[in-house]
């Protein structure tokens, strides 16, 4: 199996502009969360879905943040526009509802924000 | 809500034991999850505790009491690669669709 796959592996990108992380899970896997983590905050649950449905956005920070998941294969969090603030390393996660619930995180995105 | 707390560093020496402990209060308790995560790198999953008692798997044990609302993990013959933050993780009774709350995670720094 590939593991949680995430695009891109880094992005530089100006204040103000829109950024698009992507997400694909490990097959089979049901839900899917997404994190942000910085050395002040530790790691952060922003949102996650189970069967492609959100179940609970409350970390999202702030409106400028929304994530997607069309179909049980992929899955976007998108920030718009950014800030320098938004600047962490994002990670994506899927885990099965059967067993021990166990999560697998892809290698994250490192984002910074100019 | 959910609390965890586990200590902020711990430093050992390379040959020697170390056991990291992480405290948590939670609504309804569903599990207890270790994970690993070397600097630049994801949290790999290391163990996992929903009863009592020690679980082993190799040179790492996981420990859980769920009325003291306690958990260690131990690592035995620190190598230097055991160098890494280490998360506790607990998935309350009423979450569905496996969310769990991380602690801030123990960074251990093993010293030859």
């Known amino acids: 199996d590939a593991g949680v796959i995430q695009s891109p592996r880094h992005e530089v990108t100006e204040m103000g502009q829109e950024v698009t992380l992507r997400c694909k899970p490990i097959?089979?896997?049901?839900?899917l969360f997404w994190y942000r983590q910085t050395m002040m905050r530790g790691l952060e649950l922003l949102i996650y879905?189970?069967?492609?449905?959100?179940?609970?956005d409350s970390g999202m920070p702030e409106d400028r943040f929304s994530a997607k998941m069309p179909n049980a294969s992929f899955s976007t969090l998108k920030i718009q526009p950014s800030e320098p603030r938004d600047s962490a390393v994002y990670f994506c996660?899927?885990?099965?509802?059967?067993?021990?619930?166990?999560?697998?995180f892809g290698a994250g995105t490192r984002l910074s924000v100019l | 809500g959910q609390n965890i707390d586990q200590p902020t560093e711990m430093t050992a020496t390379e040959g020697a034991i170390v056991q990291i402990n992480c405290t948590y209060q939670t609504s309804g308790f569903n599990g207890l999850f270790w994970y690993q995560q070397h600097a630049g790198e994801a949290p790999t999953f290391l163990s996992y505790?929903?009863?009592?008692g020690l679980e082993e798997k190799g040179r790492f044990s996981s420990f859980l009491s769920r009325s003291k609302g306690y958990s260690y993990l131990l690592l035995k013959e620190l190598q230097m690669k055991d160098s890494a933050s280490y998360l506790c993780?607990?998935?309350?009774?009423?979450?569905?669709?496996?969310?769990?709350?991380f602690g801030d995670g123990t960074t251990l720094t093993v010293k030859p």
């Open positions: 097959s089979g896997h049901n839900s």
């Open positions: 996660a899927s885990s099965s509802n059967r067993g021990k619930n166990i999560q697998y």
């Open positions: 993780a607990v998935r309350a009774h009423n979450t569905n669709a496996g969310k769990s709350t």
């Open positions: 505790n929903v009863l009592d």
């Open positions: 879905f189970n069967n492609n449905v959100p179940i609970d």
